[in-house]
Structures are given as C-alpha cells and as structure tokens.
C-alpha cells in the first residue's frame, strides 16, 4: 500500500495568478504616484520662492549690505541677490536655491525690493510642472498670494 504524500507549494496557476494580480496593482499605482512626486515638487519648488521673495524684502528693510535687494527666478533657481538689477549685482550676496529640473517658470523674473521701504512693483511668477502650474503675485507693498 502506498502512503498519501503531503507536499505542499504553490501551483503554476497559483503563482501566475499573484504575478498577474500585483502587475495590475503596479500598473494602477504607478502613475498616481509619480503625479503626487510632481504636485510635491512643485509645492516645494512654490514655497522656495515664497521663502526667497520674503528673505529679500526683509533683508532690504533692514538695509543690510547698505542697498537693494531682489530675487531673480530661471526653470532650474531661485537666486536672491543685492543690488538694483540682477545684471548689476554684487555676486558676493547671492544665495541660490535649486528649484530641480521638473520646473519652468514663466512670467516676471526679476523682482527688486528698496532699501529700507520693502516696496516692489507689481507682478507675478508662474511655476509649472507638465500637469500642474502655481502661480506667485506680488503687490506693490510686498504682498504675496499663491
């Protein structure tokens, strides 16, 4: 008489079914992550210019350097600056910030904050990934919404 063996394991089936089922999970998931990856980008990439766009105005109230201050926004940077223009800067000052490359600003890039007052012209900076965009504004007394 022959025993009955008690092998355990898994089937083919069984396997290619958990192989089947994960791949579908993967496949639905994998682009609401990397959509969440970019809106955080771009989040972090808003804040950064927010935080600059606030540094430069105090930093020209409280007249430090003895002049102007001013951030200037590129797709890759945020880079605060002292001085009238970007142009005629004194590099010495400068404080970069990456924005990483998901980012592409458009509109105002140059945003300039008098010495002791904080006052700026008007304008705005938009930030966008390739789905999603924030805008920046600035009034006249330094204002900020985003």
């Known amino acids: 008489m022959r025993g009955v063996s008690n ?14 089922l994960v791949s579908v999970i993967a496949g639905f998931s994998t682009p609401l992550i990397l959509r969440a990856q970019r809106q955080n980008d771009l989040d972090i ?21 003895d002049g102007d201050w001013g951030v200037y926004i590129t797709n890759d940077q945020v880079v605060v600056f002292t001085g009238s223009s970007f142009a005629g800067r004194d590099v ?19 945003f300039i904050f008098e010495k002791l007052t904080g006052f700026t012209s008007t ?20 204002m900020l919404t985003y």
């Open 45 to 65: 990439a808003s804040t950064s210019v927010v935080q600059s766009l606030r540094r430069a105005q105090i930093l020209a109230q409280t007249a430090k350097a």
């Open 123 to 142: 304008g705005s900076a938009t930030l966008s990934t390739d789905t999603d965009s924030q805008e920046i504004s600035i009034n006249e007394k330094g």
């Open 92 to 110: 010495g000052y400068d404080e970069e910030i990456d924005l990483g490359n998901a980012i592409s600003a458009s509109g105002d890039q140059e």
């Open 7 to 20: 092998q355990s394991g898994f089937t083919l089936l069984e396997i290619m079914l958990v192989v089947a």
